[in-house]
């Protein structure tokens, strides 16, 4: 079945430096990854969604590429915020079932310190 | 727009009791999922609803878990002898279609004591 790999359990870093996440995924139907980011005791909200493969995607600061050649899809930012500090979640959709429903990986914590 | 809207927030159970968690979905979207948050296991899909008929319980207990949806305002969640193991956080979530984005509610955290 479908499922998702997010390397990094914690992250912790300062302010101003950039991040990235690790996401990679294995599905044997095309592949459809998301970047959910869920503050402390809030809703999991959509942070960005892939595109066609190696076409970058961007929101608030935060951009991704969907690399089918190495079933990837991580998540950069150039320049971290205090208020960047979250749970991030990438996500494969289910596109060979009848729900679209989604696989989470891991979560990876941010921590951004000042 | 509401979002979507989970209640209880909180719930306090006693091991071997019922707990029933309800969600109101965003009004037009025909899509609810369930979802269980846990530090342990991370987001696990538990079932899915389209135009209210239940369509994927994959993800379900087999034993003391249920799911309905009535109605397209509300979709509920039961689980029957609650156990220790049954804490975490259940989230529901719906999306104009099975293939739009997915928005979920704040959660209902259950602890079973």
């Known amino acids: 079945g479908d499922s998702v790999t997010q390397t990094e359990g914690l992250v912790t870093l300062t302010k101003g430096l950039p991040v990235m996440l690790n996401c990679t995924y294995q599905?044997?139907?095309?592949?459809?990854l998301f970047w959910y980011v869920q503050h402390l005791n809030e809703a999991p909200k959509l942070l960005l969604k892939?595109?066609?493969?190696?076409k970058r995607t961007e929101h608030q600061g935060f951009y991704a590429t969907l690399h089918k050649s190495s079933s990837s899809f991580h998540l950069q930012k150039s320049s971290v915020q205090l208020s960047d500090s979250a749970l991030y979640f990438c996500a494969l959709r289910d596109t060979g079932g009848l729900s679209g429903k989604l696989t989470f990986g891991e979560g990876t914590q941010v921590t951004v310190i000042s | 727009n509401a979002g979507v809207i989970q209640t209880p927030r909180h719930k306090v159970t006693g091991k071997g009791q019922e707990a029933t968690l309800w969600c109101e979905p965003i009004s037009g979207h025909s899509a609810v999922f369930w979802y269980r948050q846990t530090i342990v296991q991370g987001l696990e899909f538990l079932t899915y609803?389209?135009?209210?008929?239940?369509?994927?319980d994959s993800g379900m207990p087999k034993e003391r878990f249920s799911a309905q949806m009535p109605n397209q305002s509300h979709s509920t969640l039961k689980i029957q002898s609650t156990q220790p193991q049954d804490s975490a956080v259940y989230l529901c979530?719906?999306?104009?279609?099975?293939?739009?984005?997915?928005?979920f509610g704040e959660g209902s955290r259950l602890i079973v004591v």
């Open positions: 892939s595109s066609t493969d190696n």
């Open positions: 609803f389209r135009n209210q008929a239940p369509i994927d």
């Open positions: 599905t044997t139907y095309s592949p459809f």
């Open positions: 979530a719906s999306s104009r279609d099975s293939g739009n984005t997915l928005y």
